[in-house]
């Protein structure tokens, strides 16, 4: 199936499977242009632009003509740096934590991450899973960290968390709202630290 669709709604909600009662995975913004792989009953199978698929209810999409050329699939400001990164970071503060989440109603803590990095011209995977083995990432000793650069937790080797190196000993991060905090005051936090990994590669110089 080679059509696509444009999301209608400020936010819309994407699901693992077709229906509202399976599990919210992600979101789209408005006029954000996705490409339908498969339909059932009034859902569509889609991908995104970083080639997460989920189903979206047709409700929030229109596939008329006249409204697909208005639509974009890489918003951003193409802006690459840090500083513009930590200050859009910023303007979140104190939004709430929303699994799924990837807008400014609510983040999971790799929404987060993706759309604030998208918003300087840089994509990233989906899930912290995915995030930390993109190919234009380094891992590097925490002490030689950065501002800017990702953080990324486990449990048992399982990648769960992903946070933004703010600078100071703080990460700025999605955990129960989007907010600064001081990783080596919290233990826990700092106990599950995995690997740290250099962005610098992504900026302009």
Known sequence: ??????VKTLVANLYSEPTFKSELVT???INEN???LEIHDNWYKVKQWDNYISWIHKF???TKAEDLPNSWSNLDSKIKDVNFLISYANSFLGTPYLWGGKSALGFDCSGFVQTVFKMCGISLPRDASQQIKDKNLIEINYKSIEKGDLLFFADNNLINHVGIYYGGGNIIHSSGNVKIENLEDNK???NKLHAVMCTKGLFNE
């Open 27 to 29: 979101q789209a913004l």
């Open 188 to 190: 826990d936090l700092y």
């Open 60 to 62: 929030y999409t229109s």
């Open 34 to 36: 996705l490409k339908i």
């Open 1 to 6: 199936m080679n059509k696509n669709c444009v």
